[in-house]
Every structure is written in C-alpha cells, then in structure tokens.
C-alpha cells in the first residue's frame, strides 16, 4: 500500500530555516501532484506549496518567498524549503500526493514544526 513518511520538522528559532521531506513507497502508479499542507491548532488545514510533474509549482500568499517546495520523480520524494521562519509558521506539516490514474489522494502523518519568537 502507498505510505508517505515525513520528516524535517522540529523547533527552530524565528528567522530560522528548516527542511522537510517526504518519502513516497508503495506506488505502482505514476504521482501527478505533490504537496504540503498545514494546520494549525483551532485552524483548518490549509495549503501551503503543490508541485506538479512539469515542475508547476503553487504557493499560499503567506509563504511567497520563503518556502521553496520541489520534488524528485526518480525518487518519488517532495521537500520543503522553510526560510525565514515565523511563529505564525507553526504548525502540523502534511505531505500529500494525488493520483490521477485512479483517482486516489493520500496523507502522511504530519511532522510538528514550532516557530519560537
């Protein structure tokens, strides 16, 4: 079965970067979209970078220019790169994955990232 496993998060100081990662096993099938959501506490998931296999690329308004998010197909592997970190930054981090070919969406567990001011 397909299973998406994060990693990267932890506690880092405003102004900080961090990276995460998302390992992808399990597919027989070719993964079309790649992306990164978050919620926070009291808050709905939301948004946060997708990447298409062309390299398309979509970002939240609050994190333009400072996260870059890529992905490596020979890999089956996305990441996130967080830069300038904020406390409003914090928050659950999920991986997730859309395959078109059977209409299929999946999570990863979530990885904590926590802005300190």
């Known amino acids: 079965q397909v299973q998406l496993v994060e990693s990267g998060g932890g506690l880092v100081q405003a102004g900080g970067s961090l990276r995460l990662s998302c390992a992808v096993s399990?597919?027989?099938?070719?993964?079309?979209?790649m992306g990164w959501y978050r919620q926070a506490p009291g808050k709905q998931r939301e948004l946060v970078a997708t990447i298409m296999r062309s390299g398309t690329t979509n970002y939240a308004d609050s994190v333009k220019g400072r996260f870059t998010i890529s992905r490596d197909n020979t890999k089956n592997a996305v990441y996130l790169q967080m830069n300038s970190l904020k406390p409003e930054d914090t928050a659950v981090y999920y991986c997730?994955?859309?395959?078109?070919?059977?209409?299929?969406?999946?999570w990863g567990q979530g990885t904590q990232v926590t802005v300190s001011s």
């Open positions: 399990g597919s027989a099938f070719s993964i079309n979209a």
């Open positions: 997730n994955v859309r395959i078109y070919s059977t209409s299929t969406s999946y």
